[in-house]
Nanobody, 119 residues
Framework: QVQLAESGGGLVQAGGSLRLYCAAS????????MVWYRQAPAKQRELVAT???????NYAYSVKCRFTISRDNAKRTVSPQMNSLRPEDTAVYYC?????????????WGQGTQVTVSS
């Protein structure tokens, strides 16, 4: 199974920036699509951004042009740079990785990292 660890969350004022990180660990797999989600209290999980194995990206409308995701396949990481943060960006951010083994596919989730944006 793939293990994921998110980091980089914290408290930031509105208009500020944070960079999150998701590192995948395990053995004998390659990363395919990697996805960031977020969930605020009393709200449903929301897809934030996706980056494919070919580094094609897609963003939720609410974060487009403010967030930029990139990946480092050698380090097996994905990192959203989050700029112009708003209080409504406050949430726990989760990384999901889809991985390919020689025998098939699997996915994993991290435990999340808290992002709090103050007004």
């Amino acid at each position: 199974q793939v293990q994921l660890a998110e980091s980089g969350g914290g408290l930031v004022q509105a208009g500020g920036s944070l960079r999150l990180y998701c590192a995948a660990s395990g053995s004998c797999f390659s990363l395919n699509d990697m996805v960031w989600y977020r969930q605020a209290p009393a709200k449903q999980r929301e897809l934030v951004a996706t980056i494919t194995s070919g580094s094609s990206t897609n963003y939720a409308y609410s974060v487009k042009c403010r967030f930029t995701i990139s990946r480092d396949n050698a380090k097996r990481t994905v990192s959203p740079q989050m700029n112009s943060l708003r209080p409504e960006d406050t949430a726990v951010y989760y990384c999901n990785a889809n991985v390919r083994y020689s025998s098939g596919f699997a996915s994993g989730w991290g435990q999340g990292t808290q992002v709090t944006v103050s007004s």
